[in-house]
């Protein structure tokens, strides 16, 4: 809506009182207008504040925001007008969370428009940056997850000898990253599928490196998805894993308690972990924490 449309609306509106109570009507009428100067100047600080970021800032959003839309085949305003998923219910099912969540065109834009500026999907990238150093030329990956396809596309970027795999379940996710891979022109080393992290369609120790990168707790049982993770690694092989604690919501289909529940996980498997990180951030509900390892497959 316009803003002289908001307006003339508003005034009409409470015009239709105003002969019978017209000194009510004025009250409501400046109280009105007083929360709309507060609101429209707290929209101008927030603007300026926008302005005040360094070019590098806007650099970073303008390309995200550009991918995005290549993606979703789509321009801003399609982008806001996007009906965000929210026929989720508490019974945290598996299939309903794959056909309402996963499966909307929704899904991928969401995921991928964290990477703007939500602090851990900023780190789950920094992690995976540091240690790139240690993968050897011609390194085959396999990302389980992809998601919306940015981390696939960050790896392949950086070592045009690299090839990465990967599944998720998500059709939607599949057609999302691979437009993305397209676009950053390193599709063509990628072979990216539908599939379950539980069966994965490799035969055994196939991958240098295997990344599971905030997938495992959408399982009801991480400790089976890891399992298979390692069956496709190779003997010597590294292992890249993200995972969430104290962070419950619908789509996390296993809660983990501390950042040792996570560390047990990857010793049970016969993972050694060479680098683990703890991260705390904010949120409305409170406080939670996210992990980042990387282990070997001895
Ligand atoms: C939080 S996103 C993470 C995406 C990506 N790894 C990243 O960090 O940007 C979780 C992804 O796991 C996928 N997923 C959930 N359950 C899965 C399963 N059983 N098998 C394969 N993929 C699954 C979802 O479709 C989603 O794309």
Redesign the pocket.
């Known amino acids: 809506m316009l803003y002289t449309d908001f307006e003339k609306t508003l005034e009409s509106r409470l015009e239709t009182r105003a002969d019978l109570y017209p000194h009510a009507s004025e009250y409501h009428r400046v109280r009105l207008e007083q929360t709309i100067h507060h609101l429209l100047n707290s929209i101008l600080a927030q603007t300026d504040a926008l302005m005040q970021q360094p070019d590098g800032s806007w650099t970073h959003t303008e390309e995200i925001v550009s991918d995005i839309l290549y993606c979703g085949e789509m321009d801003v305003d399609q982008l806001f007008a996007l009906e965000i998923p929210n026929e989720l219910t508490a019974d945290r099912d598996f299939e309903a969370i794959k056909t309402k969540l996963?499966e909307t065109k929704y899904y991928p834009i969401g995921?991928h428009l964290n990477y703007i500026s939500f602090p851990p999907a900023l780190e789950?990238k920094a992690f995976i940056e540091k240690h790139f150093s240690r993968f050897k030329e011609k390194s085959h990956f396999c990302d389980?997850?992809?998601?919306?396809g940015?981390?696939t596309a960050f790896i392949l970027e950086q070592d045009t000898s690299w090839r990465v795999e990967g599944?998720?379940?998500?059709r939607d996710?599949l057609h999302h990253a691979q437009r993305l891979l397209e676009k950053k022109k390193v599709l063509a080393r990628s072979e990216l599928s539908v599939a379950?992290?539980?069966s994965l369609p490799y035969p055994d120790d196939t991958f240098d490196v295997v990344i599971a990168?905030?997938?495992l707790e959408?399982?009801p049982d991480p400790e089976a998805g890891l399992a298979e993770a390692m069956r496709v690694l190779k003997p010597g092989g590294y292992a890249m894993t993200a995972l969430p604690v104290q962070l419950p919501m619908l789509m996390h289909l296993y809660d983990f308690d501390t950042p040792d529940e996570v560390l047990a996980l990857y010793e049970k498997v016969g993972l050694q972990v060479i680098d683990f990180e703890t991260k705390e951030f904010q949120r409305q509900a409170g406080p939670f924490m996210d992990t980042f390892a990387l282990s070997v497959n001895p």
């Open positions: 996963y995921e789950r389980l997850g992809f998601g919306p940015v981390l599944v998720d379940i998500s996710c379950d992290v539980r990168v905030e997938v959408h399982i």
